[in-house]
């Protein structure tokens, strides 16, 4: 999204998943206890992010980013607080909003690696999700969007003002993996920063902020990875 996610003091105005492109420092202290979705099997590493970083940040320090020329990246998923927390939101509206989001995360990699639908030596393996459920609640209900279906023409128009309102409240969490061995190499939390501009209005803004949020997460990922 054209940078209007914002991860503190940066330009994007949602909290972005790609931990991978903030250098985490060390000396970070850990974030307050919270509970989480569940959906990063680790949140013990991650640490509160510096100025121009995710809030919450992990990058491993013996990543060998140069590396890796492929991108290996798993349907995105939206993980919420049991079937009904989200009833006033047209099913179809969320699968949506999860399928716009994983086009524009292709699109965006797409351009400086080569993206492939099996692990192979130099490949990164990229899972994220949108979240509004805790790992206690008694259910959680999963959805995902295959790359087939967020490949389709998305909707236009109008966005509902009850999706409009998640939107702003949801979390964006997710992790890379080395796509052969598993070893993590970085995750991330990240969140729509207080005193955001007002809720999108449309689909096609949407797409707007979705490409930009893209483009400047990964920028830094890319950087490590074709740069000197």
Same mark, same amino acid.
């Given at each position: 999204m054209r940078r209007r996610w914002q991860s503190r003091g940066t330009p994007v105005r949602y909290v972005s998943v790609l931990l991978v492109?903030?250098?985490?420092?060390?000396?970070?202290?850990?974030?307050?206890? !919270?509970?989480?979705?569940?959906?990063?099997?680790?949140?013990? !590493?991650?640490?509160?992010?510096? +100025?121009?970083?995710?809030? /919450?940040?992990?990058?491993?320090?013996?990543?060998?980013?140069?590396?890796?020329?492929?991108?290996?990246?798993?349907?995105?998923?939206?993980?919420?607080?049991?079937?009904?927390?989200?009833?006033?939101?047209?099913?179809?509206?969320?699968?949506?909003?999860?399928?716009? /989001?994983? !086009?524009?995360? !292709?699109?965006?990699?797409?351009?400086? /690696?080569?993206?492939?639908?099996? +692990?192979?030596?130099?490949t990164l393996q990229l899972r994220l999700a949108i979240t509004d459920a805790r790992a206690s609640d008694p259910i959680v209900d999963v959805r995902t969007v295959r790359p087939t279906d967020a490949a389709k023409n998305g909707k236009t128009g109008p966005l509902g003002k009850e999706l409009s309102a998640f939107i702003d409240v949801a979390l964006i969490e997710g992790e890379i993996r080395d796509g052969v061995t598993g070893e993590l190499l970085a995750q991330g939390i990240d969140r729509r920063a207080s005193g955001a501009p007002p809720p999108l209005p449309t689909w096609e803004a949407l797409d707007r902020e979705l490409a930009f949020w893209a483009d400047g997460t990964f920028a830094r990922l890319e950087a490590r990875a074709h740069g000197p």
């Open positions: 492109l903030a250098a985490a420092c060390a000396c970070n202290p850990k974030p307050a206890v !919270r509970e989480w979705s569940g959906f990063l099997h680790d949140y013990s !590493r991650l640490q509160l992010g510096g +100025p121009g970083e995710l809030p /919450f940040v992990y990058r491993n320090p013996n990543a060998r980013w140069a590396s890796y020329d492929k991108v290996l990246i798993g349907p995105i998923a939206l993980w919420r607080s049991g079937t009904q927390s989200l009833a006033r939101i047209p099913e179809d509206d969320l699968l949506e909003l999860v399928a716009h /989001f994983e !086009r524009a995360v !292709r699109t965006s990699l797409g351009t400086a /690696f080569q993206v492939v639908d099996t +692990p192979q030596p130099g």
